[in-house]
């Protein structure tokens, strides 16, 4: 069974940072893409950011680019959300996941582009 399990939320002030993790099991870590969903009450889970297995390209959504990086380390099966000049906007549930990765082109990741879903981390940031 694939196993993603997340780590690293938190309360953190605005303009502050934080660093979110996923460990991985059940899966042969450096053969899959990878990335972060988040979710807010009474919304639809939004794509965030992912990192290809192929050649490690990234993709991140507009609302967060240049503020969050995305990597990971194969060594340790373990994925990575470093995410900086957080804004109150960015509290929600952060969910990591298998999934198709459109790269640094691509114009959206949604839901139907998952394989598989971790449990959630919750990051709060304050105003």
């Known amino acids: 069974d694939v196993q993603l399990q997340a780590s690293g939320g938190g309360l953190v002030q605005a303009g502050g940072s934080l660093r979110l993790s996923c460990v991985a099991s059940?899966?042969?870590?450096?053969?899959?893409?990878i990335g972060w969903f988040r979710q807010t009450p009474g919304k639809e889970r939004e794509g965030v950011s992912c990192?290809?297995?192929?050649?490690?390209?990234?993709y991140y959504a507009d609302f967060v680019k240049g503020r969050f990086t995305i990597s990971r380390d194969n060594a340790k099966n373990t994925l990575y959300l470093q995410m900086n000049n957080v804004e109150p906007e960015d509290t929600a549930v952060y969910y990591c996941?298998?999934?198709?990765?459109?790269?640094?082109?691509?114009?959206?990741?949604?839901?139907?582009?998952?394989?598989?879903w971790g449990q959630g981390t919750q990051v709060t940031v304050s105003s």
């Open positions: 996941a298998t999934m198709w990765c459109p790269g640094p082109e691509g114009h959206y990741l949604g839901l139907s582009d998952v394989g598989s």
């Open positions: 059940g899966i042969t870590f450096d053969e899959a893409s």
């Open positions: 990192i290809s297995s192929s050649d490690d390209s990234t």
